[in-house]
């Protein structure tokens, strides 16, 4: 049901707090991503550990997070870009007029405002307490204000009366949820393609502290991604060792050398789509040594081997109607290179650019690409953005 989607899971302190571990569950099983933000009041129902361990993510909870100054205050906007689905379960009666009002003192009200995507609200309370004025005219104003309200059920409250104001069943939420998800749903020519995009820097190890690698900042790869996912597509991001705040914006999987970035991209080679927009390293060290070698040596000679080459493998063994899209930088001769590794690596595509090309290179944030096909040939100039657009919808078209 939910293989691929991205749910956001935001829990708000009230007794059935509790209830959102199960839910959370439940989305795993029907093949969801899922992270979690919770309230500061949700955690003196249910602990951030019970979350964090189940999701495989941290849980979030504060916009400013002391053990991460640099990432944390932002991480409510690309969270609400990440989500296909942002559902409050439970949502209490003070989160939903904090929603309703446009208040932003936490992680997750602070998300409320930044999302992108549809949100499901599970008004969850005592019975007199949702029957109120102020709770029915709060939810008649959610509903006015695009968000989707999923009533409550009848039961047995914690209150120990009989009242509507029960976290509805996980199955109710779950085909809720889909059925939202099905309404918003990105309709494109990648729309349930599986696209897997590399970035980023190979690292090779001299010895523990020394290392062969490039100054690639993956900001090329992350835009390749970013276009995919607007074409419909369901992206993975596989990036070497890079700094940038959009990461949490994908599904994600790391590697750090050559030899880890084959391994990862052989276990993804029957996605529809691969881009390989990775700075590979060519070569390694035929041997890493295990201490830090010390500078007291008059020489120091490294021996160097191959490492696998990764795009040429997966043009060797491609599937059928799968589309493989090389990057290559060059310094010269471009045009004779770039069309040697479009044949010689069975690939569809290669996206070329030289390093010497005014407005290309490593860390900015523009560039030209040469964009070699079988038979064509097109030049595309500006922001790495604009230009991961361009590029996609040239192979793809948009729509």
């Known amino acids: 049901m939910f293989t691929g989607k991205r749910i956001l899971l935001g829990v708000t302190g009230g007794i059935a707090a509790y209830k959102a571990v199960y839910l959370l569950r439940e989305f795993q099983k029907s093949g969801a991503e899922v992270r979690v933000i919770m309230t500061p009041s949700a ?51 003070n989160t939903l007029s904090k929603i309703v009002h446009g208040q932003s003192d936490n992680m997750l009200t602070s998300t409320v405002l930044a999302a992108r995507s549809p949100i499901l609200i599970c008004p969850t309370m005592d019975g007199e307490m949702y029957e109120s004025p102020a709770v029915v ?9 695009d968000f989707y309200i999923l009533e409550p059920e009848t039961g047995y409250l914690a209150s120990g009366l009989e009242d509507k104001g029960r976290l509805p069943e996980y199955d109710t939420i779950l085909e809720k949820s889909d059925e939202i998800i099905k309404k ?53 991001l596989v990036h070497g060792p890079i700094q940038s705040a959009g990461l949490d914006r994908f599904h994600t999987e790391s590697f750090i050398s050559a030899d880890d970035l084959f391994a990862v991209m052989k276990s993804h080679s029957d996605a529809d789509v691969i881009i390989m927009a990775a700075a590979v390293a060519d070569f390694k060290p035929a041997a890493s040594h295990p201490h830090k070698v010390k500078k007291d040596r008059t020489s120091f000679q490294i021996e160097l081997e191959q490492n696998p080459d990764t795009l040429k493998w997966l043009g060797k063994n491609r599937k059928p109607d799968q589309v493989l899209i090389g990057f290559a ?36 944030d523009t560039n030209t690409i040469h964009l070699f096909g079988r038979d064509s040939e097109e030049t595309f100039s500006g922001s790495k953005q604009q230009i991961a657009s361009e590029i996609l919808k040239r192979i793809f078209g948009d729509s």
Not at 137 to 145: D, F, G, P, R, T
Not at 203 to 232: C, H, Q, T
């Open 329 to 364: 930088m060059e310094t010269e001769n471009l045009r004779e290179n770039a069309i040697a590794k479009l044949s010689g690596k069975n690939i569809d595509w290669i996206c070329a650019n030289n390093l010497n090309e005014s407005g290309s290179g490593f860390g900015i």
């Open 137 to 145: 005219k709060n939810l008649k104003q959610a509903s006015e204000m």
């Open 43 to 93: 955690t003196c129902f249910v602990g951030t550990e019970t979350f964090s361990a189940l999701s495989r993510h941290e849980v979030a909870i504060d916009v400013f997070n002391d053990n991460k100054p640099d990432t944390s205050w932002t991480k409510h906007i690309h969270w609400g870009e990440w989500a296909d689905l942002f559902v409050i379960a439970p949502c209490t009666a």
């Open 184 to 236: 918003h749903a990105i309709k494109g020519p990648l729309t349930s393609k599986k696209v897997v995009v590399s970035a980023g820097p190979t690292r090779e190890f001299l010895d523990p502290v020394r290392f062969l690698s490039n100054p690639s900042s993956g900001k090329m790869g992350i835009a390749m991604a970013e276009a995919a996912r607007s074409l419909g597509g369901s992206v993975t």
